[in-house]
C-alpha cells in the first residue's frame, strides 16, 4: 500500500520537493492576484471603514474572476456555487411537500465540470503556442556563427511559451567579412509581440542582404515596422550593431534598447547610446551611428530590459548595479561560460519567483589570439 502511494504520489508532483511545491503554488497564488487585482479600483471608497472596504474589494475580485469566463460558464458557476452554499432544498405543492437533500454533491460536480473544460481551452492553446515556440525558435539561430578570433554565445527565456524578445548574428552576404549583431525588445509579451518579433527578423534578414549601410537598414527597418503598427503601441526597441572581422571595428545604433556593456581587458566598462526611438514608433525619426573597436580580451554584453528588471520574491529588481559588478569579474572563460555564471547570478537571486519579462543576452568575446592576427 505504501509503495502504491509513494508511485501515486510520485507521478502527481513529478518528484518535486514539498518545499519546492510550496513555493511553486506561491508564485502562482501571487501571479494570479496581481492578474485580477489590476481591474480593482483601490483609490474609490476613501473613508469608509476596514469592513466595507473588504467587502468592496471581494465583490470586485469576484467580478473580475466571473468575467474571465465565458457568459455559459459563468452561469455554470453561479449554480454550483448555489448549489454548495444551499445543501438542501424544500418545495411546497399545495399540501404537499417535498425536501431535496445532496445538493452540495451536484455543485462540486457542477465546479469539477467547469474545471474539466477550463483544462480542455488550457490544454488546446498550450499546444497551440507549443507550435509556436517551435516556428519561434526557428527564426533565431540554434549556434553562433564561426567567427575567427571571436567567440559567440547567447540565451533567450520566455517569460510565457513565446517572446517578443529577438537576437542574431549572422555575416552579411553582400560583405562576407561584416558580422551584424543585433538583440531587440518587441513592446509588450507573448503572442502579440511574438508575432511583431517574426516581421522583424524577416525585415531585418532582408534588408541587410543588400549592400545598404547599417544607418539605411536601420531607417528602413524602422519606416517598414512603422507601417505594420500604425498606432505605435508595438515599438521595439534594438541595438543593431556591425563588426568587420579582420579589423574588429564596428559601427552601432543603439534604437531605445538598454545600454549594452563592453568589459576591456583592462577591466573598464563602456558603454553604448548612440542612435535614436525605438523601431516604430515615427517613421521619419533620425538615427545616429556611433563606432568603437574591440580588442583581445574584450567582453561585449547585449541584453534586453528583463535581465536588469528581474525581480525577488520581495519585488527588488537585479538591476544594472549588480549586473555590472558580476560582468567586472568576467576577466577569463569562454563567452558560454561567462554567460553562464551572469545567468547563474539572475536565478540565484530570483530564486523561484516567475518570471515576468523575456530574458535574452548575447555575449561576444575576443579571444587572445586575434592580437596577434
Same mark, same amino acid.
Given at each position: 500500500?505504501?509503495?502504491?502511494?509513494?508511485?501515486?504520489?510520485?507521478?502527481?508532483?513529478?518528484?518535486?520537493?514539498?518545499?519546492?511545491?510550496?513555493?511553486?503554488?506561491?508564485?502562482?497564488?501571487?501571479?494570479?492576484?496581481?492578474?485580477?487585482?489590476?481591474?480593482?479600483?483601490?483609490?474609490?471608497?476613501?473613508?469608509?471603514?476596514?469592513?466595507?472596504?473588504?467587502?468592496?474589494?471581494?465583490?470586485?475580485?469576484?467580478?473580475?474572476?466571473?468575467?474571465?469566463?465565458?457568459?455559459?460558464?459563468?452561469?455554470?458557476?453561479?449554480?454550483?456555487?448555489?448549489?454548495?452554499?444551499?445543501?438542501?432544498?424544500?418545495?411546497?405543492?399545495?399540501?404537499?411537500?417535498?425536501?431535496?437533500?445532496?445538493?452540495?454533491?451536484?455543485?462540486?460536480?457542477?465546479?469539477?465540470?467547469?474545471?474539466?473544460?477550463?483544462?480542455?481551452?488550457?490544454?488546446?492553446?498550450?499546444?497551440?503556442?507549443?507550435?509556436?515556440?517551435?516556428?519561434?525558435?526557428?527564426?533565431?539561430?540554434?549556434?553562433?556563427?564561426?567567427?575567427?578570433?571571436?567567440?559567440?554565445?547567447?540565451?533567450?527565456?520566455?517569460?510565457?511559451?513565446?517572446?517578443?524578445?529577438?537576437?542574431?548574428?549572422?555575416?552579411?552576404?553582400?560583405?562576407?567579412?561584416?558580422?551584424?549583431?543585433?538583440?531587440?525588445?518587441?513592446?509588450?509579451?507573448?503572442?502579440?509581440?511574438?508575432?511583431?518579433? *517574426? =516581421?522583424?527578423?524577416?525585415?531585418?534578414?532582408? !534588408? %541587410? #542582404? +543588400?549592400?545598404?549601410?547599417?544607418?539605411?537598414?536601420? $531607417? @528602413?527597418?524602422?519606416?517598414?515596422?512603422?507601417?505594420?503598427?500604425?498606432?505605435?503601441?508595438?515599438?521595439?526597441?534594438?541595438?543593431?550593431?556591425?563588426?568587420?572581422?579582420?579589423?574588429?571595428?564596428?559601427?552601432?545604433?543603439?534604437?531605445?534598447?538598454?545600454?549594452?556593456?563592453?568589459?576591456?581587458?583592462?577591466?573598464?566598462?563602456?558603454?553604448?547610446?548612440?542612435?535614436?526611438?525605438?523601431?516604430?514608433?515615427?517613421?521619419? *525619426? =533620425?538615427?545616429?551611428?556611433?563606432?568603437?573597436? !574591440? %580588442? #583581445? +580580451?574584450?567582453?561585449?554584453?547585449?541584453?534586453?530590459? $528583463? @535581465?536588469?528588471?528581474?525581480?525577488?520574491?520581495?519585488?527588488?529588481?537585479?538591476?544594472?548595479?549588480?549586473?555590472?559588478?558580476?560582468?567586472?569579474?568576467?576577466?577569463?572563460?569562454?563567452?558560454?561560460?561567462?554567460?553562464?555564471?551572469?545567468?547563474?547570478?539572475?536565478?540565484?537571486?530570483?530564486?523561484?519567483?516567475?518570471?515576468?519579462?523575456?530574458?535574452?543576452?548575447?555575449?561576444?568575446?575576443?579571444?587572445?589570439?586575434?592580437?596577434?592576427?
Amino acid at each position: 500500500m505504501a509503495g502504491r502511494f509513494r508511485t501515486f504520489w510520485q507521478r502527481v508532483t513529478d518528484g518535486v520537493a514539498m518545499q519546492k511545491l510550496w513555493v511553486q503554488f506561491r508564485a502562482d497564488a501571487r501571479a494570479s492576484y496581481e492578474l485580477y487585482s489590476k481591474e480593482i479600483d483601490w483609490v474609490a471608497g476613501k473613508g469608509e471603514s476596514a469592513v466595507n472596504r473588504s467587502f468592496r474589494v471581494a465583490r470586485a475580485m469576484f467580478w473580475a474572476m466571473m468575467m474571465k469566463l465565458s457568459p455559459a460558464r459563468r452561469v455554470l458557476f453561479l449554480i454550483s456555487l448555489v448549489l454548495l452554499i444551499v445543501p438542501h432544498s424544500e418545495f411546497k405543492f399545495g399540501d404537499s411537500r417535498v425536501q431535496i437533500d445532496g445538493l452540495t454533491f451536484f455543485g462540486g460536480v457542477g465546479l469539477l465540470l467547469l474545471l474539466s473544460l477550463e483544462l480542455a481551452d488550457r490544454v488546446i492553446m498550450k499546444r497551440d503556442l507549443e507550435i509556436a515556440k517551435e516556428i519561434q525558435s526557428w527564426l533565431m539561430p540554434a549556434e553562433p556563427p564561426k567567427v575567427p578570433g571571436m567567440d559567440i554565445a547567447f540565451m533567450t527565456r520566455a517569460a510565457n511559451t513565446v517572446a517578443g524578445d529577438y537576437y542574431d548574428a549572422f555575416f552579411r552576404p553582400s560583405t562576407p567579412d561584416r558580422l551584424m549583431v543585433v538583440v531587440a525588445d518587441v513592446a509588450g509579451k507573448s503572442v502579440p509581440a511574438a508575432l511583431m518579433m *517574426a =516581421v522583424l527578423q524577416a525585415s531585418l534578414r532582408t !534588408l %541587410a #542582404a +543588400g549592400p545598404d549601410s547599417l544607418l539605411e537598414v536601420t $531607417g @528602413l527597418l524602422n519606416r517598414y515596422l512603422c507601417s505594420q503598427n500604425p498606432e505605435g503601441r508595438r515599438f521595439t526597441t534594438a541595438f543593431l550593431a556591425e563588426i568587420d572581422t579582420p579589423s574588429r571595428e564596428f559601427t552601432y545604433i543603439n534604437a531605445g534598447h538598454n545600454w549594452p556593456v563592453l568589459r576591456r581587458a583592462s577591466g573598464a566598462l563602456e558603454r553604448f547610446e548612440t542612435g535614436g526611438l525605438p523601431l516604430g514608433i515615427r517613421p521619419n *525619426a =533620425v538615427y545616429e551611428c556611433g563606432s568603437g573597436k !574591440l %580588442a #583581445a +580580451g574584450d567582453l561585449f554584453v547585449i541584453f534586453t530590459d $528583463g @535581465l536588469v528588471e528581474a525581480e525577488n520574491d520581495r519585488r527588488e529588481e537585479y538591476g544594472e548595479e549588480r549586473m555590472l559588478r558580476v560582468i567586472a569579474q568576467l576577466g577569463q572563460g569562454s563567452a558560454a561560460e561567462s554567460l553562464g555564471k551572469l545567468t547563474a547570478s539572475v536565478n540565484t537571486f530570483v530564486g523561484a519567483t516567475r518570471q515576468h519579462d523575456d530574458i535574452t543576452c548575447l555575449l561576444l568575446k575576443v579571444s587572445a589570439v586575434a592580437a596577434s592576427e
